[in-house]
């Protein structure tokens, strides 16, 4: 009976103990203020082009929850234009074709600084460094980890990965650049790369980035240089 007894209690342990490092593990439940839809157009080279995409509100901004897929991959004036849609470079050329417009439906196009500066809708912008620190600090980044560079803010990068809760949504679209007129991509599918607007300093070719990854709960924050090409987010300042 008393071994029984010394049993029941240990399992008893065993199980508060589980459930203890469940909790410690637990994602928060985070979910955006507000949400809405935004249509609209953007005026490249003496044309209108119709864009419409999802936001979500995180304090005094509303992003949007969906990558830029403007494809404006095929220019009549060039063939390295600074947008293209990301692919594995390895693949036959019929398959290639069939993931890129697969690709282009999950991840949008890569830009480069540039060109993601000229497609931007009246009443948004590429977000500053600050503004993607504020909503790091939405999903509970401790603020001693906000200026940190690399890969920080355990559980920030699966937060805003989420399409369901906190709806951002940030996908792992990879980079490019070009190597003379070819676009050459790279990271597809295991890392996804978002401009900022804020140099490193002033004048400076290197801009704040965010990167995340397919199998990491943190969010890196790294410097790169304006003429790769990353995916874009926009976002605009909430008019109460």
């Given at each position: 009976m008393k071994r029984r007894f010394i049993a029941i209690v240990i399992g008893l342990l065993t199980l508060s103990w589980a459930c203890s490092d469940d909790d410690d593990n637990q994602i928060p439940v985070i979910e955006p203020e507000a949400q809405g839809v935004?249509?609209?157009?953007?005026?490249?080279?003496?044309?209108?082009?119709?864009?419409?995409?999802?936001?979500?509100?995180?304090?005094?901004?509303?992003?949007?929850?969906?990558?830029?897929?403007?494809?404006?991959?095929?220019?009549?004036?060039?063939?390295?234009n600074g947008c293209e849609i990301s692919h594995d470079p390895d693949r036959n050329p019929i398959d290639m074709e069939i993931e890129k417009k697969q690709n282009y439906e999950t991840f949008g196009c890569l830009y480069t600084y540039e060109k993601a500066s000229i497609l931007c809708p009246e009443g948004w912008?590429?977000?500053?460094?600050?503004?993607?620190?504020?909503?790091?600090?939405?999903?509970?980044?401790?603020?001693?980890?906000?200026?940190?560079t690399d890969w920080r803010?355990?559980?920030?990068?699966?937060?805003?990965?989420?399409?369901?809760?906190?709806?951002?949504?940030?996908?792992?679209?990879?980079?490019?650049?070009?190597?003379?007129?070819?676009?050459?991509?790279?990271?597809?599918?295991?890392?996804?790369?978002?401009?900022?607007?804020?140099?490193?300093?002033?004048g400076s070719n290197l801009h704040y980035c965010r990167q995340i990854s397919y199998n990491s709960d943190q969010i890196a924050r790294t410097l790169?240089?304006?003429?790769?090409?990353?995916?874009?987010?926009?976002?605009?300042?909430?008019?109460?």
């Open positions: 935004f249509k609209g157009v953007v005026e490249y080279e003496d044309e209108e082009l119709e864009i419409e995409f999802p936001w979500v509100r995180y304090g005094n901004l509303e992003w949007m929850t969906t990558n830029l897929n403007i494809d404006i991959s095929v220019d009549r004036w060039s063939t390295s912008r590429i977000p500053t460094d600050e503004d993607w620190q504020a909503l790091e600090k939405a999903m509970g980044m401790p603020d001693a980890d906000l200026n940190a803010g355990n559980p920030v990068g699966t937060l805003l990965q989420q399409e369901k809760g906190t709806m951002i949504n940030l996908r792992t679209g990879g980079m490019g650049e070009y190597d003379g007129d070819t676009f050459v991509p790279y990271f597809i599918y295991v890392y996804g790369f978002y401009w900022s607007a804020t140099p490193e300093k002033e790169i240089n304006k003429y790769k090409m990353l995916s874009v987010r926009y976002v605009r300042e909430v008019h109460k």
